[in-house]
């Protein structure tokens, strides 16, 4: 109890000391300035020579504050920004000088990827509303990032992929970069004659200090970002056409497996498909698709996922879902793509109209995944049948400051059912101040025997449960899995999240809420915790360095939360205190603490009871973690974590010691080395229960901005104690295991719907040595499709 007590008394000082320490002026910032942009004729080739008539009548825009690392210090380098329009199409031109070229960071990249290189671009607020921008970006090699920055949801993300012309040069006196944006992928009110849109200009400048260098001045008093944006105004009567997208598509693979006599079984696939994107009206969007691939070409990220009682997350890659994804965020993570694997087709609504907007889609599936969660667990079950899902999502901008949102989402097959529905809101109370909430509804029914699934083999123990109807069958072994999905009826539940955020030049602080009980579901997102509720009190102050000096900024951070179930029983409560600073070659070192008193696992599985049926240990953790750009084109990152864990298979707590690192090097233009470690022990009672490691190696050359070639290694090394397994027969431990995926992929992109993939993976597996490691699956693909736009 003195600890726990000891732990609220820190975070609530810490809460009350920025309440009342705060400064309470704000520097005055400078007046929004406003600026027209150039209409001319004539065609225009993008280039980066700049060498068409048409640029000399261009509105010009210098860039000359730095509004990141420093606080809107004068420009140490000059850059100016061209904008002109033909009532089509966007065009941008940035000359940025640099005294010292040879010390451009670019390279060339795929899409997305430019991030650290020297970059100029745009962001766009087409509504002018500060709800959402778009941002375009291009490094001096002429590679693109697009994508779109929410202020309701405060996310940003780059999974948002346009169709867009750019190219860029490097020249003795530095770099030009030249965009053309077509209007067709913007929405905007083409009701209006003249467009007024919120514009920034940008340049990222990294050298010992990577520079933010904009056209506007950036308050750091005021947390909304979008709410500062220039306007540019021109665009008269501007049209956004036919704004119609037709992409078919090939897919072709073949793949073998080894069966039991240690020979391959072979399947082909082959099929076509078909992606429509058509603007029905200037505001309104529709996507659909036919029989789609809908499968990730690349391979994800590797993760270990061992000692882990909860299910894993993988971000969304297909172009269907992303498309306009931004209009289906709320509070909760409702709208999870992944979840749907295998649709025979797919259509989605997107649009804005003054104050409003609205996303629907709906998609069947030929397969049904979904997550079960838990307080202590999740996991996915499966269905054997299709099922369909849709999503309506709607949002009211009141005002400036107020947003408010109906959601619902639905997913169904023949035995199963699950529809949440909520509201949810957003309020800027002040420059400083916002308030969030989002309360959910959920009714569900599952097949009666979906639990069998998770049911594992008690033949020692038999199988019975005062509380369940008994099992179908024999052997059936109770865990939380089982009892959150044996259900002879339909259920229902709710969620409710809610909290405050202040946010100034100095000071960060927040208190949230949010709670999910036993009966609610969210099938169609990843809701991994329900039967849960938590309060988290947290803030941090911070610090800024004068130009010139080796570090930048500074931060001081410390949270306390506490969690329980449904009938109040302690799960969680920690303290975390973490301190980190930044400084020159875009470094940063990081510390933090961690004390928590956390439960371990159910001792009678048969019971969700968390009182009198679990352990409550301590666990005190610390984590040091830095990176750095030492050089040009080399990236390091490292991150060390010490201390306790709970052996969750063997309820009991053990001493982890987990190590990551990862080198990013650009060798040169074309080809970059990415190669990811992982190491992770464990152990416990004086004695190791398992070592894994995880080697992620990628090695990609850049033929040009259009195609690359790509070489994909994971290897899997785990390594287990059978000894030191409590409840488990040591001969039924595997004490080795190794794997390794291989993928080498072609791809050829004109733009994000018209490309070529050319690909090879397979796997091995292995018990005891890397040697015997032995191919057990191999596939070989082929995608092409084209987009035809008019």
Known sequence: MFVVKKQFFLAS??????????????????????????????????????????WKNATEVELDIVTRPYDNTPSPIKTKALLMEDGEVFYLAFKAYDPNPEKIRAFLRD????????TVGIKIDTYNDQRSAYRFLVNPMGSQIDGIENEVTQQESDSW??????????????????????????????????????????????????????????????SCELCQLHTASGFEGAKQGDNLIIAPSLVTGKHQQRNENDEWDSSSNTDASLDLRWGITPDILLNATINPDFSTVETDS??????????????????????????????????????INAPNYGAKITGRKDNHALGVFVTDDDTTNILIPGNRSSSVASIDDKSQAAVLRYRYNYGSDTTLG?????????????????????????????????????????????????????????CTSPEQAECEFANCDYNEKVLRTLKDDAFSGNAFKASYVHNDEHWHYKVTYDKQNKGFRGDLGFISLIDHNKLVIGGHRKWYAEPGQWWTSARLYSDWDITHNDKGELIEKELDVNASINGIYSSYLSFSYSNRDLVGSRID???????????????????????????LGLKLYANLHYGDAIDYTNNRLGLKKQFNTTVNWNVNKHFEMRVKQVFQQLNADQANVFTARLTDMRATYQFDVRSFVRLTLVYNNTNRNPNNYLYINPEDIKSHSKNLSTELLYAYKINPQTV???????????????????????????????????
């Open 302 to 339: 590797a993760q270990l996922n061992i000692n882990n009682n909860f299910a894993l997350f993988f971000p969304e890659k297909r172009p269907f879902f992303l498309d306009n994804a931004d209009y289906f965020n709320s509070n909760y993570n409702l709208v999870y793509t992944r979840n």
């Open 756 to 790: 070529f993939y050319l690909g090879y993976s397979d796997y091995h597996n292995a018990e005891q040595n890397f040697s015997d490691l032995k191919q057990n699956e191999r596939s070989m693909f082929m995608k092409f499709s084209y987009a035809w736009i008019k």
């Open 13 to 54: 000082s810490l809460l009350l000391t920025s309440l009342v320490v705060a400064p309470l002026t704000v520097a005055s910032p400078k007046a929004k300035q406003h600026f027209d942009v150039a209409r001319i004729s004539g065609d225009i080739t993008i280039d980066a020579t700049l060498n068409e008539p048409q």
């Open 605 to 631: 599985k048969s019971s969700l009871a968390i009182d009198g049926n679990t352990t409550l240990f301590n666990e005190e953790q610390y984590t040091l973690s830095g990176e750095i750009k030492p050089i």
């Open 161 to 222: 992929d346009g169709i867009w012309d750019s190219a860029g040069q490097i020249t003795d006196e530095g770099y030009i970069v030249e965009m053309a944006l077509p209007l067709r992928m913007l929405n905007f009110n083409e009701s209006k004659n003249i467009q007024d849109w919120g514009i920034e200009l940008m340049r990222f400048y990294p050298r010992e200090e990577n520079l933010r260098i904009s056209n506007i001045y950036m308050d750091r008093n005021n």
């Open 111 to 118: 899409r997305d990827k430019s991030w650290g290189d020297d």
């Open 406 to 462: 109906y959601i619902s989402t639905m997913r169904a097959s023949e035995d199963y059912s699950n529809a949440v529905h909520g509201v949810d809101g957003r309020f800027r109370l002040s420059t400083y101040d916002t308030f969030k909430f989002q309360y959910l509804y959920s009714d569900t029914e599952y097949p009666e025997d979906m639990f069998k699934q998770f049911c594992g083999d008690s033949s020692d123990t038999g």
